[in-house]
């Protein structure tokens, strides 16, 4: 679960719209979370979805009603001003054309609009709404005086809208909403300025139209790193081979399939990069040609003649140099069967990289596909720091804080 919602306390607002009832998956997923989640409903989300529905999610009482007293800390305070106050996010999902209006005009005649008015810290909005509706002049100008505030949205997203018809309006997923929240909250964090390219997934180097040479990464580890970086507010760039696992929202995603598009996409990022992560478990051969239509089967062997592909990471270390300038860090993964310390130390050496992070993949529990990872840290001082078996999202947490640490220790001023 990311740390970023631990004991956060967020506003839910929810108007009405058809997208009420994926709100309460959003709200769910808040909670498990560990965010304190306060559910905000306007009357005609009441006719969508009951505010117990909320309630029990929630495990926190809704609030409608503008006149109603709201107990907190002990305390009789006036519900708005109480709720407003202690928010540390407030999510509107789904925010229809006339809620968005009325948050644009400063309106403050429900729950809803006067704890936004009375509220000063960060501000999602999931717009949900018919085409026309969406992409009428008010509602536009509505949007773009929210942003000039500050307000940030999450889509709406094409699709099948409530009237059956398709278009854009339809409300984002809950867990877009979910995932750009933690993005949202992470700003001003210790990352913030500091551009972060994450590699992840494994490569593809084609045999034939349906068939490749691949491996068995599933990404989990290199998405689980986006999501930390992204959660200190890092500008995170995720350049991904095929992935088993949703991609991360908030971040920009470049998506290849073999090591030389991936060898591109991160040489054009390169200029912009502070921070590499090398997370991918990139082919190092590929076939020497790749035939256009499918291989047959025929009697005996067949033999597939295989190249090296480019290595990113130690063309990387090559262009630092020995001063290692640019990127500022370069953090690499060795996957390792045997001699696992020496062929380690040896890429930390050969690839110039400042840090990597050894896992044995032949341990049931660390490596290729499962959720958790036991891994050995090496640096270039000589440190090293064996970890304990952690989920891949802490060992992620772990790996950024050590590049916040880093970064804080280099001469280096922030974009
Ligand atoms: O994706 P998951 O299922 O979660 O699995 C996670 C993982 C096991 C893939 C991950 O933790 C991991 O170890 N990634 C690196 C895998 C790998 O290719 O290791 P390597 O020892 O072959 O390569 C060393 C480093 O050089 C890696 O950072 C790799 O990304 C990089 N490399 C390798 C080859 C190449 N041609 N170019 C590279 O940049």
């Not at 106050?85 to 407030?90: G, I, R, S, T, Y």
């Not at 995603?253 to 060898?263: G, H, I, P, Y």
């Given at each position: 679960m990311p740390p970023i919602l631990n004991g956060k306390r967020v506003l839910l607002g929810v108007s009405g719209g058809i997208a009420a009832y994926k709100s309460v998956a959003l709200a769910s997923r808040l909670t498990q979370a560990n965010a304190q989640v306060d559910v905000i409903m306007t009357a005609s989300a009441m006719k969508f979805v009951a505010p117990v529905t909320f309630q029990a999610i929630t495990q926190r009482?809704?609030?409608?009603?503008?006149?109603?007293?709201?107990?907190?800390?002990?305390?009789?305070?006036?519900?708005?001003?109480?709720?407003?106050?202690?928010?540390?996010?407030?999510?509107?999902?789904?925010?229809?054309?006339?809620?968005?209006?009325?948050?644009?005009?400063?309106?403050?005649?429900?729950?809803?609009?006067?704890?936004a008015l009375s509220y000063k810290g960060p501000m999602l909005l999931a717009p949900a709404m018919e085409t026309r509706m969406w992409q009428h002049p008010a509602t536009q100008e509505h949007v773009a005086r929210l942003r000039g505030w500050g307000v940030d949205f999450v889509g709406p997203a094409q699709g099948r809208l409530a009237s059956g018809e398709y278009g854009e309006g339809r409300m984002a997923e809950p867990e877009e909403i979910f995932e750009v929240a933690c993005k949202v909250l992470g700003r001003g964090g210790p990352l913030e300025g500091v551009r972060v390219v994450i590699t992840a997934g494994g490569t593809r180097e084609p045999i034939d139209p349906v068939r490749f040479v691949g491996n068995h990464s599933t990404g989990k580890m290199g998405v689980a790193l986006a999501r930390a970086a992204r959660d200190l507010g890092a500008e995170v760039v995720l350049v991904h081979a095929p992935?088993?696992?949703?991609?991360?929202?908030?971040?920009?995603?470049?998506?290849?399939?073999?090591?030389?598009?991936?060898?591109?996409?991160?040489?054009?990022?390169?200029?912009?990069?502070?921070?590499?992560?090398?997370?991918a478990a990139v082919a190092d051969y590929r076939p020497v040609s790749s035939e256009t239509t499918k291989i047959k089967k025929m009697p005996g062997q067949q033999i597939i003649r295989l190249e090296r592909t480019p290595d990113i990471l130690a063309a990387v270390g090559e262009m630092r140099g020995p001063e290692r300038r640019h990127p500022r860090l370069v953090v690499g993964f060795a996957a390792e069967t045997d001699n696992w310390e020496q062929n380690a130390l040896e890429k930390l050496e050969r690839k110039n990289l400042d840090l990597i992070v050894l896992n044995d993949v032949t341990a049931p529990d660390s490596g290729f596909a499962v959720d958790t990872n036991r891994v050995t840290l090496f640096e270039r001082s000589g440190n090293r720091e064996d970890w304990?078996?952690?989920?891949?999202?802490?060992?992620?947490?772990?790996?950024?804080?050590?590049?916040?640490a880093r970064l804080g220790r280099l001469d280096w001023k922030k974009r």
């Open positions: 009482p809704v609030v409608h009603d503008i006149f109603e007293s709201w107990h907190d800390a002990g305390r009789l305070r006036i519900g708005h001003v109480a709720l407003a106050q202690a928010a540390d996010l407030f999510i509107v999902a789904p925010a229809t054309a006339h809620t968005l209006a009325r948050l644009a005009l400063g309106m403050a005649d429900d729950m809803l609009s006067i704890t992935l088993a696992v949703h991609p991360p929202g908030g971040v920009e995603r470049v998506s290849v399939q073999t090591a030389q598009e991936m060898f591109e996409a991160v040489m054009r990022l390169l200029p912009e990069t502070d921070v590499l992560i090398g997370a304990p078996l952690m989920t891949k999202e802490e060992v992620a947490q772990a790996i950024m804080q050590r590049v916040v």
